[in-house]
Structures are given as C-alpha cells and as structure tokens.
C-alpha cells in the first residue's frame, strides 16, 4: 500500500501490535461535574457526562451508534456504541482497528492498554489514520460486562492534544449499573 506521504508497507502486514497489552495501574474515576447518566437501552452501561459541556442525542440515522455526543461549540465528537454480544477485549482491538481501516487507508494503533475505570476493566485504544488527507484520531474505551460496549471521541489530529483533558474526562464517565 502506497501513502499519501510516500511511504509504503506491504497489505498483509499486521498493523496491530500482536504483543501483550500494557497494564495502566492508574485508577481512573467520573468527573466532579460528570453529573448526568446517558444509559443505554441494550445493556446496563452508560456514561456520565457534563451537561454543561456535552450535548447528546440518541442516534437517529443508521449505524451502530446508540447514541451520539458533541463537545459544545467545539470540534469534539464521540458515540457510544452498546450491543449485547461479548466480544472478548483483545479481539476489540483487531475489530476495532479493522472498522477504523474500511475509511482510513492509513489507519494504526498508537497506543492500547487495559485500565480501571469507575471499578470496571476497559481496553482503551487510540488509533489514527487519513482519508482525503484529512487526518484524524480514534480514542476510546471498550469493556465486555454484559456485552461490548464500545465508548469513542474522535476529531483530528491536530486538535488531539488541545482537547486531551475534555476526552479523558469524557470516557472516565463510563460505568455499569
């Protein structure tokens, strides 16, 4: 495969790191101001959210998103992504990078471990790739209690570090009831 920087890799070259997925001994927990719980209607998951800082709406066009998010006045986006199917958490990964690979022609793995969030083990995946050259981010969280429960924020590239509080607050929300 030929990119738009020039550089190349063959086509059936792994883009997952096939090595065992780091462990995150950091204990992470919802906002202060993660006061609203979006729940899903198909397992028991949700996320809270800040209100004042998060819009949201249940997913109305076709897609696996039950329900869409936006950082207000902001280039910030997620969705959450409930189904009640369990899919083990490594193979998440692969799934998630390839869906990630069916828009990106560029699309990796930057980074994945496991983490504690609100007492619950998530895989966290952030991926990047292009399309048109635009490029963009994939950062979310993926559990497997009471089927898969995939929470994402999305945006470009260059915005990633500006908004790296607002994600992580964001997918901290995440929890079980």
Same mark, same amino acid.
């Given at each position: 495969m030929l990119y738009e920087?020039?550089?190349w890799t063959y086509k059936s070259q792994d883009k997952v790191n096939t090595g065992k997925i780091s462990i995150n001994k950091t204990?992470?927990?919802?906002?202060?101001?993660?006061?609203f719980l979006v729940k899903s209607s198909k397992t028991k998951a949700g996320v809270y959210i800040d209100p004042s800082k998060w819009s949201f709406e249940k997913n109305k066009v076709s897609g696996?998103?039950?329900?869409t998010f936006n950082l207000r006045g902001e280039d910030l986006y997620g969705q959450i992504i409930?189904?009640? *199917?369990?899919?083990?958490?490594?193979?998440m990964r692969k799934l998630a990078l390839e869906n990630f690979?069916?828009?990106m022609s560029d699309a990796k793995i930057v980074k994945s471990d496991y983490?504690?969030?609100?007492?619950?083990?998530?895989?966290m995946v952030h991926?990047?790739?292009?399309?048109?050259? *635009?490029?963009?981010?994939?950062y979310g969280y993926y559990s497997n209690f009471g089927g898969t429960n995939q929470l994402v924020v999305y945006s470009t590239q260059a915005l990633f570090?500006?908004?790296?509080?607002? *994600?992580?607050?964001f997918l901290n929300g995440l929890i079980l009831f």
């Open positions: 920087n020039g550089s204990s992470y927990k919802k906002g202060k101001n993660s006061n696996d998103a039950e329900y409930n189904e009640r *199917i369990e899919v083990p958490l490594e193979t690979s069916g828009v983490r504690n969030v609100n007492g619950l083990e998530v895989l991926m990047e790739g292009s399309n048109d050259g *635009i490029k963009v981010f994939y570090d500006e908004y790296f509080d607002e *994600i992580q607050t």
